[in-house]
């Protein structure tokens, strides 16, 4: 079956790390780039990163820059979004979407995950 | 960096009905845009890109149109599954994904 599959959100103080992962099936994964995509509660649609397919290029949000580090294992299908100096506003739904194509280009995303909540807060 | 404005932001329609959704761009995005549907607790589900093109498995009842600045989604009849939210998504500059910020259909 084709899916993606997020895991590692959870509660987190201010100031914290997290790491989630987003587990990749049905589709040859290093052929595609892969991004993180969040969503507050109650708001819209917020792009966070993008990883190439060889994941040898990333770009970050202004909002998340210096704090986030994305990266992926091809070998393990696996996406990576590590999570430092964590602030409230950074609570969120976070997805992981595949865009439809390999290189770090602007693109749409034809499959999501179901979304891992994070919760900043003391 | 590109604004996305949609528009209506609630749009209360009946089944069987047509719902035309709007999405405007700050500046031309040429045909660089993809639409969204999200239901409730779930992830959204991508329905048009390339401004026009149905993504796998969407019905024909869903047609996007539009280039430049202007664009719309319309789904010709309405079906029960169709009430959600709607969100526009621009992937012609960086920040590579400016979202609209969504259009909710409701049952009238």
């Known amino acids: 079956e084709v899916q993606l599959l997020e895991s590692g959100g959870g509660l987190v103080q201010p100031g914290g790390s997290l790491r989630l992962s987003c587990a990749a099936s049905?589709?040859?994964?290093?052929?595609?780039?892969m991004n993180w995509v969040r969503q507050a509660p109650g708001k819209g649609l917020e792009w966070v990163s993008v990883?190439?397919?060889?994941?040898?290029?990333?770009y970050y949000a202004d909002s998340v820059k210096g704090r986030f580090t994305l990266s992926r294992d091809n070998s393990k299908k696996m996406l990576y979004l590590q999570m430092s100096s964590l602030r409230a506003e950074d609570t969120a739904v976070y997805y992981c979407?595949?865009?439809?194509?390999?290189?770090?280009?602007?693109?749409?995303?034809?499959?999501w995950g179901q979304g891992t909540m994070v919760t900043v807060s003391s | 960096e590109i604004i996305m404005t949609q528009s209506p932001a609630t749009l209360s329609v009946s089944p069987g009905e047509r719902a035309t959704l709007s999405c405007r761009a700050s500046q031309s995005i040429s045909s660089n845009l993809a639409w969204y549907q999200q239901k409730p607790g779930q992830a959204p589900r991508l329905l048009i890109y390339?401004?026009?093109t149905r993504a796998t498995g969407i019905p024909a009842r869903f047609s996007g149109s539009g280039s430049g600045t202007e664009f719309t989604l319309t789904i010709s009849s309405l079906q029960s599954e169709d009430f959600a939210v709607y969100y526009c998504q621009q992937y012609n500059n960086w920040p590579p994904d400016s979202f609209g910020q969504g259009t909710k259909l409701d049952i009238k």
């Open positions: 979407a595949r865009s439809m194509g390999a290189t770090i280009i602007p693109d749409a995303f034809d499959m």
């Open positions: 049905g589709f040859f994964f290093s052929s595609y780039a």
């Open positions: 990883i190439s397919g060889s994941g040898g290029s990333t």
């Open positions: 390339g401004a026009s």
